[in-house]
């Protein structure tokens, strides 16, 4: 099972019910992905379109990561060096740690907001 980080691009598709993202969200309500949002994300998302997060939170099996005092030491370490803070924690959460020592893969559906983070995101929609 390979964890993925949904964006706020992402979240935004699901709530507009993008059918490739529908699918994970299937899939770890039944115990078969691991999907986890970002707060930050999260709050970008519902910046923007105001019910996602309530949406979002309502979906069994997604799992919202906080952003406790280490998560918003890195974040706010790469929003500081020129990160979009609407995706930072969404790199943050991409990257190696015990909990998941290969990274976990970052859901995008605008993957070129990525490009300079070290981050290869993937469009679930471009998935074949």
Do not use: N
């Not at 990561?65 to 979009?84: H, K």
């Amino acid at each position: 099972m390979i964890p993925a980080v949904l964006d706020h691009t992402a979240l935004l598709a699901l709530g507009a019910g993008y059918p490739a993202l529908s699918g994970f969200v299937v899939d770890a309500a039944e115990g078969r992905a691991a999907v986890h949002v970002p707060a930050l994300c999260l709050a970008a998302a519902e910046a923007q379109r105001q019910g996602v997060a309530e949406h979002v939170g309502a979906l069994p099996g997604l799992e919202v990561e906080p952003l406790d005092l280490s998560a918003t030491i890195a974040v706010g370490a790469l929003i500081g060096a020129g990160t979009d803070w609407r995706i930072a924690h969404a790199v943050h959460a991409s990257r190696p740690t015990a909990h998941h020592p290969f990274g976990r893969v970052v859901l995008t559906t605008r993957p070129e907001l990525y490009v300079g983070t070290g981050v290869d995101p993937i469009d679930p929609g471009k998935i074949s």
